[in-house]
């Protein structure tokens, strides 16, 4: 979760990043969360129905595959759960993904590796005034507007699955 010096024209352009949701009624509640990484979208579902999508979503800087060790800048792929949030997080508002789980340190553990961890959705940087950073810039979290990840905040209980797709 960490922001390099980036070229002024990645910054600048939102890409669409800070399209305005709709408003939700009071009360919506989330049961289940979807990240589709190939189309860059996280749905949020109350049963079958789908209640907010959120298009041009970040990942980590090798977006591609799962998250296998610390440091590789990848986003887990497979099915976690939303275990906890920190509304003073460095980034505007996160939500934390269970990665790693008990498959995932296995893997890393048989290869002498950590699996890493401190996986969240979240918002930009607290330190970032500019519109959404128009390209994948975690270390392997899921970023999305401050706007959008308030809203999310809102209908996603502690608990809640999410899968992750590639």
């Excluded at 109350?46 to 590789?72: C, L, S, W």
Aim: hydrophobic letters at 35%; charged letters at 25%; one cysteine or more.
């Amino acid at each position: 979760m960490r922001l390099t010096a980036l070229p002024a024209c990645l910054l600048l352009a939102a890409c669409g990043a800070a399209s305005s949701q709709p408003s939700l009624p009071a009360g919506t509640k989330a049961d289940r969360l979807l990240v589709d990484k190939s189309e860059r979208v996280l749905i949020a579902y109350a049963g079958t129905r789908e209640i907010v999508r959120y298009r041009n979503i970040r990942f980590g800087d090798a977006p591609t595959g799962h998250k296998q060790f610390e440091g590789d800048e990848r986003t887990p792929e497979g099915t976690y759960r939303i275990s906890g949030r920190n509304p003073k997080s460095a980034y505007h508002l996160s939500l934390r993904i269970s990665y790693p789980n008990a498959a995932d340190r296995a893997f890393a553990k048989a290869r002498g590796r950590s699996p890493g961890g401190d996986i969240f959705i979240h918002g930009q940087p607290n330190v970032w005034p500019g519109p959404p950073i128009a390209r994948d810039w975690t270390d392997g979290c899921i970023a999305l507007s401050n706007a959008e990840i308030k809203q999310l905040w809102d209908i996603v209980p502690d608990g809640t699955p999410i899968t992750i797709r590639p």
